[in-house]
């Protein structure tokens, strides 16, 4: 699956923003794991939020109440609503995914920047 993330900007604190995450190639449901993660200058990436196969969800604590993953099956595209944001959510964010519970993440694609103004 090819994987492009899009929809990042420049917001004010306080702001909101809508990652979009368009899948091709392959069905997001084939996959397990549904994931946004985040990579800020001068630190490594880091996990923000994963949908499973079956809608579950989980969150980074640093995001949790804020931020919200969803899929739609029919366009094939996963979401990252954000809420609140913070300067410190500035950075490039990526969708990936994993095949199986066990698998390493990956199919990353080209990430979206979120600049968070204070």
């Known amino acids: 699956v090819q994987l492009q993330a899009s929809g990042g900007g420049l917001v004010q604190a306080g702001g909101s923003l809508r990652l979009s995450c368009a899948a091709s190639?392959?069905?997001?449901?084939?996959?397990?794991?549904t994931g946004w993660f985040r990579e800020a200058p001068g630190k490594e990436r880091e996990f923000v939020a994963r949908?499973?196969?079956?809608?579950?969800?989980a969150y980074a604590d640093s995001v949790k109440g804020r931020f919200t993953i969803s899929r739609d099956n029919a366009k094939n595209m996963v979401y990252l609503q954000m809420n609140g944001l913070k300067p410190e959510d500035t950075a490039t964010y990526f969708c990936a995914v994993r095949s199986i519970m066990t698998a390493p993440w990956g199919n990353w694609g080209q990430g979206t920047q979120v600049t968070v103004s204070s």
């Open positions: 949908i499973r196969r079956d809608g579950d969800r």
């Open positions: 190639g392959r069905t997001l449901r084939d996959y397990y794991y």
